[in-house]
């Protein structure tokens, strides 16, 4: 019998936790200059943006948004190296032959939203350049 939701291989496993763990850990970063820039700073005049807090903090938020290239680099990989049945939305498990005809275009919004998703991460590296 075959099951209603195929199961997860380990490679978009690994690639989905680093995509999420990446975009949380860059959350809390952003979290963190905002509590300083709007809060602490307006309020005491002081800032802990210096020694070693700064220089832990930069490689975190560096090591993050590499983590999160990583994961859509391995998912876009992914994608377009192994053509997987289970991405192409045909539903064998349910019975269908044929490819539906919004398939296509949701092909192209799929690629459309992982390089988006890669543009992000990289333009904040480009910003902090």
Same mark, same amino acid.
Not at 22 to 46: E, M
């Given at each position: 019998?075959? =099951?209603?939701? =195929?199961?997860?291989?380990?490679?978009?496993?690994?690639?989905?936790?680093?995509? +999420?763990?990446?975009? /949380?850990? #860059?959350?809390?970063?952003? !979290?963190?200059?905002?509590?300083?820039?709007?809060?602490?700073?307006?309020?005491?005049? $002081?800032?802990? @943006?210096?020694?070693?807090?700064? *220089?832990? +903090? %930069?490689?975190?938020?560096?090591?993050?948004?590499?983590? *999160?290239?990583?994961?859509? /680099?391995?998912?876009?990989?992914?994608?377009? #190296?192994?053509?997987?049945?289970?991405? &192409?939305?045909?539903?064998?498990?349910?019975?269908?032959? &044929?490819?539906? =005809?919004?398939?296509?275009?949701?092909? /192209?919004? &799929? @690629? $459309?939203?992982? %390089? #988006? !998703?890669?543009?992000? $991460?990289? %333009?904040? +590296? /480009?910003?902090? $350049?």
């Amino acid at each position: 019998m075959i =099951p209603a939701y =195929p199961r997860q291989g380990r490679g978009e496993g690994i690639g989905h936790r680093l995509i +999420f763990y990446g975009f /949380v850990t #860059l959350l809390a970063g952003t !979290l963190i200059i905002t509590l300083d820039y709007d809060v602490i700073r307006p309020l005491t005049g $002081a800032t802990f @943006w210096h020694g070693w807090f700064y *220089l832990v +903090f %930069s490689l975190v938020v560096d090591v993050a948004g590499l983590v *999160l290239i990583a994961g859509i /680099v391995m998912m876009m990989t992914r994608r377009a #190296l192994f053509a997987l049945p289970k991405l &192409d939305y045909q539903r064998a498990y349910c019975g269908e032959t &044929d490819i539906r =005809p919004q398939a296509r275009r949701w092909q /192209v919004e &799929d @690629w $459309a939203f992982l %390089s #988006l !998703l890669l543009a992000i $991460a990289v %333009s904040g +590296f /480009v910003q902090e $350049a």
